[in-house]
């Protein structure tokens, strides 16, 4: 990454998702005071970096928060608000690098989630009654998708 400003829009992402990481495994939930700042930091060094590259870039976060809206709409259970906002965040991060890096970054979150899932009821940790945070395993999943695609 050649851009100080793109750079410094991620590693915002990356220190908030940690926090979020940790109270997502805590408490199952993703704090509106964590996750609308992270979008809000991301997007002011993104605009900064290019006006024009970050108009792109949150049509990816528009497109991913609203693929987690529909779900979480579908399905309030198995998907909440929290999440649709932490998607905001990611998929600015994610639409910086394009299309395919937002498609990788979801698929990623939702195939993390599933092993992880698959193991524990393997394992027998948790039954299929249990619930899972899904926010750390979109968290890893934009990670591996940047660093894969960059």
């Given at each position: ?68 809206l529909v779900l979480a ?78």
């Open positions: 990454m050649n851009d100080p400003l793109a750079l410094a829009a991620l590693v915002w992402i990356a220190l908030v998702g940690v926090v979020l990481a940790f109270v997502d495994f805590s408490v199952h939930r993703l704090p509106d005071r964590l996750t609308l700042p992270a979008f809000a930091g991301a997007a002011v060094f993104f605009a900064a970096a290019n006006l024009a590259h970050f108009a792109w870039a949150l049509l990816g976060s528009l497109a991913l928060s609203g693929l987690y709409l579908a399905n309030p259970a198995g998907m909440g608000l929290g999440d649709v906002k932490l998607a905001l965040s990611l998929g600015l991060a994610l639409g910086w690098f394009g299309w395919l890096a937002v498609v990788y970054g979801a698929a990623s979150g939702f195939l993390l989630s599933g092993i992880f899932a698959a193991a524990m009821l393997l394992s027998g940790k948790l039954t299929r009654k249990d619930s899972i945070p899904h926010g750390p395993f979109m968290l890893l999943g934009t990670l591996a998708a940047i660093t894969w695609l960059t």
